[in-house]
Structure formats: structure tokens, C-alpha cells
């Protein structure tokens, strides 16, 4: 193994500090799991980079050790198996709005990552360092919600299954134990088969924003009547949540006889909108009952 | 560390710090300066650089994630002929101004016009939204890709 303990500038806008950093480059996804365990304290896996950059120029992560996972070409991969998509967590974002396999299988889960950042940053950002990077407005968790995606996560013993509905417990808060990592994630491939899709990214700017408010929806109407939905917003709560409130009141009933009131009433009873410098509260509010409405009259 | 990669198609060993980044390994290690930090999040586009023939904003990816990889800055692609044909066009639309921003739209542009080329707005503004332009404005950076589009075609097929 790589064990690299080395000086690292960390450059400011006022000048350069020099920061103690420790870094690891395991070998294999055993050495991993072994390195991590010796590790005690805070660390850090580096997937793409393009949020731990960011978050080590701004000062919020200062001296903690470094694990690096993007070189581990065994999470790097997007295959079929039995009734599974299975995307690796280190899959950038252009592999997966490249992939064949994708655009015959989950088109409007591709097409919807379009507008994921910007090309530049397609390149280098994974799905996993998306996820495990737990920002509000993560862009693609909303879409996972409402596909029943779930997470493998691997540990050096274990390997289990979580639906991502699941995985937040809080503001960057998981359900992950210590020395456990996502290693995939994955969709059943009929997922979005017969629903009637729906996605909404809401900006200030037409490329490369971060979103005020995210919403995804799948639903099945017949006779004007709701026979399935499924809701997730991203950017509303502390961390992108699945509306089973707003779905269970929704559910076999006539689109002209929903109370958007009552609506309200039960998305205030599972989400705590944030406020955030891109952002206020009643804003966000406001816009997601407008858009599960326009969604439900389109 | 030591690190391999191919810096604008030559060979390059250099020992460094793992989480340095790319742009500061072009700048300070090997004096190229045509990579320009302005944001340094990856919102800009101005240190634009192409890793592996695609385009990557060089603040966010550390010497760790060159090992074994080609990089090509702006000055290599200056030299290549859809480089040379794109810097023609930018050039003759008056496209840059301040300058600042424009090694970052090179790069981009040289991946649109090289692997698809097709003169489509719609395609050009898409492939071009990471890059920021504060002076000139986008629509005379647009018309240079167009025409870079248009020229394309009239070249060698072995320069295309």
C-alpha cells in the first residue's frame, strides 16, 4: 500500500498556509476496508474531488487523512443483473448520461441528469460522492428516491442492501457505519415503466446551478383517478426526502378533488424546509406545492 | 508522490504533493500560464483543461487522479490544427476582450468541434455552460465556435 505522509500547500486567497495532511491509496477494496480500520478519528474518501476541493479551500476540512478510492476500477461500472441496474458508486456522471444500457432501460433518470452541474464537472463527479457528500441538494437523490433505488454498502465483513430512502438521517448525517462505504447503487430496471414522469430543477441560472428547489414524480392516472405516486424533493429539508405523506393522501384520489391545502397540511407534517442563501423558506415552500399541482394537471 | 502522466503529448515524471491540484501543478511546475485560476470551485471554467480528451475544471482534480493520464492545456491545443482553426475564428468574430477566460474556452470549444463539430446553437451553448465570460459576452464566443463548425469540414481529413 501506498502510505503517503506528506506536506500539502493549501492555497488561500490572502497567501499559502502549509497544512500536515496524511493520505492513503489502497490497492484493493480489501486494503480499504484494512487501512480505514487502522484510521482512528476523522477521514475523508476522496471520490471525484469535486466537492472536497471545494470544501478544502474554504478551511472545512483542514488535517484529516485522505483516503483516495477513484483509482478502485471495480466501483467504476454500469451493468445489468437479474432485474437490477447496477450503477458502481465511482461512476462519473458523463458515463452515466453516455451509457447505452441507460438510455434503453432508465431514460428519464438520464435524461434528467442533463442539467447535472456542467459538462466540466460531469467529467470528474460521481454518483457515489453525490450521494455520500449529503448536501440538501444533492441532484440526483430526488430521482433515486422516486425510483425505489437502494444502496449497497460495503464494509470489509459485510455487504448490505438500504433503500436511499433510508440512508439520511439528518444534515450530512447517514446511516453508514464506521469503515462502511457505498459501493453501488441500485435501480430496478422497469423503475420508471409505465409512469408518467416528472422532473423539475429549479435555478437562478439556465446552466450550471445549484437548485433552489429539485422535484421528481412518477405517477399513474386513469379515469382522472391517482393510482400511483411517487414524490421526492431535493433542497426543501436538511437532507432530499421522499413525500410518503403527500403520496398516501394523494392515492386513489380524483385530480380534481385534491385540497392543495391539505396538501400543504401533510407536507408540513415530514419536511422542515431550510433557509440558505440561495434560498428562503416560504419561497421553496410555496413553489413545491405549485409544482406537485402543475405536475398533476399536466 | 511520483506521478507519470502525458502533459500536451510528451512524457512527464514529477514528485508531488498527492492533493495537489492540476492547476497549480501546470502553472507553478511547469510554468504553463495559458490555465488561469479565477474561481478556483469549478464554476467558471477559466482553468479548463482536457484529461483524457474530455474537459475538466483542473481546481478539482488533484495530482492523484493524473497518474497515467493525459493532460492537454491550452498551449497544446494551440498548436494542434482544430486549435489553431478555433483561435482563427475567435480571432476574426473579435470574440475575447480581457482574455482571461478565453484558454478556458478553447479547450471546450476544441472538444465540441473536434468529437462532434455539428453547428448547432443549441449543442455549442450546451457544451460551452461551464465556461463563464464577464467582457465580451457570449454571443460573438458562440458565432466563433459556429464558425469554427463551418470550417471544419474544409480541412484535411487527416487534421480534422
Known sequence: MLDINCQYKSVEVSGKKEINMKFYKPKSLLE????????????????GGTDINVQIKNGMIKDEPIIFLNHLTELKNILQS??????????????????????????????????????LIQTTATIGGNIANGSPTADIVPLLLILDAKLKLFSKSKLREVPISEFYLGYKKFILKRNEIIGAVLIPENAETGYETFYKKIGSRKALYIAKLAIAGLKKISNNKIEEIKLAVGSLNEYPRRLFKVEEYLKNKLVNEIDFADVEHFLQKEITPITDLRSDKEYRYRVCINLIRTFLNQ | MNINFTLNKKSVTIDVDPM????????????????????????????????????????????VHIDGKEVMTSEGIAKEPIGKLLIDCFDETNAVQCGFCFPGFLVTSYHYVKTDGEKNLNKIKKALSGNICRCTGYQKIFESVMLACERKPLMNANER
Do not use: M, W
Open chain 1, 82 to 119: 437479474d432485474n437490477h441496474i447496477i450503477i458502481g458508486a465511482l461512476t462519473s456522471f458523463s458515463e452515466i448520461l453516455e451509457s447505452e444500457l441507460l438510455k434503453n432501460k432508465l431514460p428519464f433518470f438520464q435524461n434528467s441528469l442533463k442539467n447535472f452541474a456542467s459538462p
Open chain 1, 32 to 47: 480499504l476496508f484494512e487501512t480505514s480500520e487502522k484510521i482512528e478519528g476523522k477521514k475523508y474518501f476522496l471520490a
Open chain 2, 20 to 63: 495537489k491540484r492540476l492547476l497549480d501543478i501546470l502553472r507553478e511546475d511547469f510554468r504553463l500560464l495559458g490555465t488561469k485560476e479565477s474561481c478556483g470551485e469549478g464554476e467558471c471554467g477559466a482553468c479548463t483543461v482536457l484529461l483524457d480528451g474530455k474537459p475538466v475544471t483542473s481546481c478539482l482534480v488533484n495530482a
